[in-house]
């Protein structure tokens, strides 16, 4: 009984680690699009998005991505589940002397009813008012200008 338990534990560790494959794999190619959407704010490029069926743990992955693919950046992605919000910020590090993320996280944190903070590099925060978000993300834009001017 004992070897038919840990067969099954085997098989399930199997699992687990092909699922985090793949969701690795779509977050990548989600990154490849999600690249395209970022808008140019005095040479730098901006992100800000609210993810669907991604897991909160695979944003930081997807974040790191971002970074690499858009050179300097300052992004933010958001994944809401039921009425809770997920958010993680990154700036690159040739911009943190301009912007911090964990600014950037409050900045739309405070508009879904949360906080949050982090390094200059990246932040996370969470939020318990889904409804705010889709006007905090269009804000980012704007208050990366403000930081840099």
Do not use: Y
Not at 34 to 60: F, T
Not at 130 to 149: K, S
């Amino acid at each position: 009984a004992a070897e038919k338990v840990e067969s099954v534990l085997e098989k399930t560790r199997n699992l687990e680690k092909q699922l985090e494959r793949l969701n690795a794999k779509l977050a990548s190619s989600a990154g490849d699009e999600l690249g395209n959407q970022a808008v140019d704010v005095a040479g730098i490029k901006v992100l800000a998005v609210k993810m669907d069926n991604v897991d909160p743990k695979s944003l930081r992955d997807l974040l790191d991505q971002l970074k690499n693919k858009l050179g300097s950046a300052a992004i933010v992605l958001a994944v809401v589940d039921g009425d809770k919000v997920s958010l993680i910020a990154g700036v690159t590090k040739d911009k943190m002397g301009q912007i911090k993320a964990g600014e950037l996280v409050n900045f739309v944190a405070t508009q879904v009813g949360g906080k949050g903070g982090g390094r200059p590099d990246m932040a996370q925060a969470g939020g318990n008012n889904p409804a705010g978000l889709a006007e905090a993300l269009a804000g980012v834009p704007a208050w990366v200008e403000g930081q840099l001017g």
